[in-house]
């Protein structure tokens, strides 16, 4: 595209995300970047509009971006925005409080990234190679019931109920303490991505406690991964539309989707989807910025913010570079 087409086209994005309103030649015209003729200013619009960047909702008003012309103009950034000072203070303040629990610590960061971009936010957990075991333990709760409680390295805490039958449906305080030895051994200092085979005893109430405990974790990697969802109180204001509204709600509120939705995204290298490039039909009129964070240096899980298509979108990408390197570090130092 020439450069003129550019900055025009430029001009109207950003003048349309800052008000929500049809831009005209006029607006334009007023940008500091812009330098031609309002009559120049007119053939160029026409001519953006032809080639798919605008579109004229009504006949007398002004243009507005397509998804194709917000795709230009998100290309075409020159790199993030510095977040203002007091974004700045915000996230470092929040990351230099102690957070007991990592689960909460991702609950209060999609909080965070709500409350920083004004959009709905998505913090996905760290995938199961992140999660070293720190310690098992197997507490009898009834006959025929006992908790597996692991602590990871990175501070999550899982607990997972087993179902005792067999040899071991009334199993001792004796059993369970031998079983969570066994365990210990098995586990600790190793990740959950590949369970190690139950390891055998010869006791057989032992053994069946520990084959429940192969089983269960067995399940638990089949499971789809969580992710926190925040900001979902900012959608109304957010797009205003009720139906739009209540669409959006519909797909936060579905966790599956959301993750397969952050997921898919950052496998196809890209950091924001416009629209139908979410992949979702119901997602049209919104976009979906999107960072990975690291742990230990290695690609661990990532963070998103939802918004509509007219989100601010320097803001929304230097915001969640941010928050995902200071999540991050976070996790590594546990």
Known sequence: MEDR?????????????????????ARVAASDAVDVSSATIRNELANLEEQGYLEQPHTSAGRVPTEKGYRFFVD??????MLDTADREQVRAFFSRSHREMEQMLADTSSLLAELTGSAAVVLAPDRDHQEVRSA???GLTPGLALLVMVMANGTVEKHTLELAGDAAE????????????????????????????PITGEPSVDAVLRTVTNVLSERSGHADKAWVGG????????????????????LERQFVVVALVKDVIDRGLSVAIGTETGLETLSGCSLVVA???????????????????????????????????????????
Request: no cysteine; proline share 6%; net charge negative.
């Open 76 to 81: 075409h950034l020159e790199g993030p925005t």
């Open 292 to 334: 990975p964070y690291e742990i230990e240096g290695e690609p661990a899980g990532s963070i998103g913010v939802l918004g509509p298509t007219r989100m601010d979108y320097s803001q929304a990408l230097a915001t969640v570079a941010v928050v995902g390197r200071r999540l991050g570090d976070s996790l590594t130092g546990g």
């Open 5 to 25: 087409k550019a900055t025009i086209l430029s001009a109207v994005v950003e003048e349309y995300i800052r008000t929500a309103q049809p831009v005209g030649s």
């Open 137 to 139: 333990q197997v507490v």
């Open 171 to 198: 199993p001792t305080e004796a059993t369970l303490a031998v079983a969570a030895a066994h365990l210990s051994g098995a586990l600790i200092g190793r990740r959950l991505n590949a369970v190690p085979s139950a």
């Open 232 to 251: 979902t109180a900012q959608v109304a204001e957010a797009f205003g539309e009720v139906e739009r509204v209540r669409r959006v709600l519909d797909v």
